[in-house]
């Protein structure tokens, strides 16, 4: 099962303004994963409270939550930029990296979404987008 993260117009749960379709919910959890093992000393959720604390099959960001969990995620693509990048998992990310002649050159370029974009900079679209209109990021 895929986990899907989007902004909704807010007239009802069917008037999507934006979503990032992120993989599997394993897939988000590596990333976490990653975080937390790479930038939180394996202490879950120490540093980066909004993005790690949150259950990841449900509920949402609230528009509140969406400054902070940008101010999270930029720091979180500042870390990851200053490390070696690693090899795609096997699977979907393997062959949509090589489909799309994807070179990461940092451990921040190792994590994209299904289209092959990167999953940082997809969920700060994401939490822009919140503030900017004042809407909470669904999980689905």
Known sequence: MGLYLCV??????????EGVEVGSYGDFH????????CLENSEWGSRFPVLMLHHDSD?????GEAANLERELLAIRAALAQLAPAPFP???QAEVSRLEGLRPASLAD??????GEPLIDRLLELTRL?????LA???Q
């Open 8 to 17: 909704f117009d807010g007239s009802d749960d069917d008037n999507e303004l």
């Open 30 to 37: 590596s990333f976490r994963e990653t975080v937390t093992t």
């Open 59 to 63: 509920g949402a960001w609230t528009a």
């Open 90 to 92: 096997a699977g979907w």
């Open 110 to 115: 190792c994590f994209i979404d299904v289209d």
């Open 130 to 134: 919140a503030q900017q209109e004042y």
């Open 137 to 139: 990021i669904h999980f």
